[in-house]
């Protein structure tokens, strides 16, 4: 029993594989691992699995057809989990070309290349055969104060060429279903958090400057709201949709906590007072606001009742015990940090946020 898991060296992506091999019903299984290693692909997330020959990685870039093509025929899988994307809504605002083609043209050649694959099967494998596509919730847009958070039948309102290039790969995912039968699943997550983080998002950056004595820039008045998923519980989630996911549907993944950003950049300051203390005082001292990025969403939250109701899933941990863990974990792991942080990762920092 093999999976194809393209992206598979990225925070999410990396995170799924691990827990995708340490899970007991699992532990006997292949997995492909596709991923370019751009500059948030990091083969040290995948450090434990070193020598493990259930572990294969590949790297190579989704838009590569042959590639695709030929890890298919020759690994068989059956499913393909796809989490390879550019991600960060910062980066899309100055160079939204790279996220053109690897969230639409990338899922395109994979569905392609899926499509070719799943119609040789034989019945029972066609049947068994799954096309999971992992997507963000900004494609439904911002939601404002009192609305209700977001549910699977939300229009699609995307603000950013980030969220506009996932909300075009999620269009070519169910299009690929109801033209051609492809057995897809669609999960559409809320702000993931936890180990092997980048740090130029929001919660890993936060911990980083603050051990570094750096200022802690927060993007206007700090009350933009986002819901806040634990990663780990992101891939028991996946794993929920792929065993059990009724084929073409979607499934809103959310971590119950709503919380302002603001919030959150006080709460790790607080833990690392307790955790890791500094001689010049609270960390909360190094707080600076700074102007705020263009279309900023000020509101996103996940209705997840879909995915308890149908699968029996929620996630096992709150914003308190995950958001400890993530902390503990970065100040665990400082060799990690100082390897991810290059020249090319300072150089973006001060770029979006000044020196």
Request: include cysteine.
């Amino acid at each position: 029993m093999t999976i194809l898991v393209t992206g598979g060296a990225g925070f999410i992506g990396s995170n799924f594989v691990l827990d995708w091999l340490a899970s007991p019903e699992h532990r006997d299984e292949l997995v492909v691992n596709l991923d370019a290693l751009t500059y948030a692909g990091n083969l040290e997330n995948l450090k434990a699995l070193q020598g493990d020959a259930r572990h294969v990685f590949v790297k190579g870039d989704i838009c590569d057809r042959a590639l695709v093509d030929r890890l298919l025929a020759e690994h068989k899988p059956r499913a393909l989990i796809h989490f390879a994307a550019e991600s960060h809504v910062d980066r899309s605002i100055s160079g939204p070309g790279a996220f053109m083609k690897t969230n639409v043209e990338g899922t395109f050649t994979l569905l392609e290349a899926a499509r070719v694959y799943w119609s040789a099967m034989g019945e029972a494998d066609k049947a068994a055969f799954r096309f999971h596509h992992v997507s963000t919730d900004e494609v439904y847009g911002s939601l404002k104060a009192d609305d209700p958070p977001f549910a699977e039948t939300n229009p699609y309102e995307p603000n950013s060429p980030y969220s506009a290039s996932k909300a075009a790969s999620d269009h070519l995912v169910r299009a690929w279903h109801h033209t051609y039968g492809l057995p897809v699943l669609t999960s559409n997550c809320s702000n993931n958090y936890g180990p092997y983080h980048f740090p130029e998002k929001l919660i890993p950056l936060m911990i980083v400057n603050a051990l570094a004595g750096k200022l802690l820039p927060v993007y206007g008045d700090g009350q933009q709201i986002r819901d806040w998923l634990y990663v780990k519980d992101h891939a028991s989630a996946i794993r929920a949709v792929l065993a059990g996911g009724r084929v073409g549907e979607v499934y809103n993944v959310g971590g119950w906590n709503e919380m302002a950003n603001i919030d959150i950049v006080k709460t790790v300051c607080a833990l690392l007072d307790e955790l890791h203390p500094s001689a010049d005082g609270p960390y909360a001292r190094l707080i600076t606001y700074v102007k705020d990025r263009p279309g900023h969403d000020r509101r996103y939250a996940i209705d997840a009742r879909k995915i308890e109701r149908e699968l029996g899933w929620r996630p096992a941990e709150t914003f308190a015990t995950g958001i400890r863990k993530t902390v503990q974990w970065y100040l665990d792991n400082p060799e990690w940090v100082a390897h991810v942080q290059s020249g090319s990762y300072r150089d973006w920092v001060s770029q979006q946020y000044g020196s």
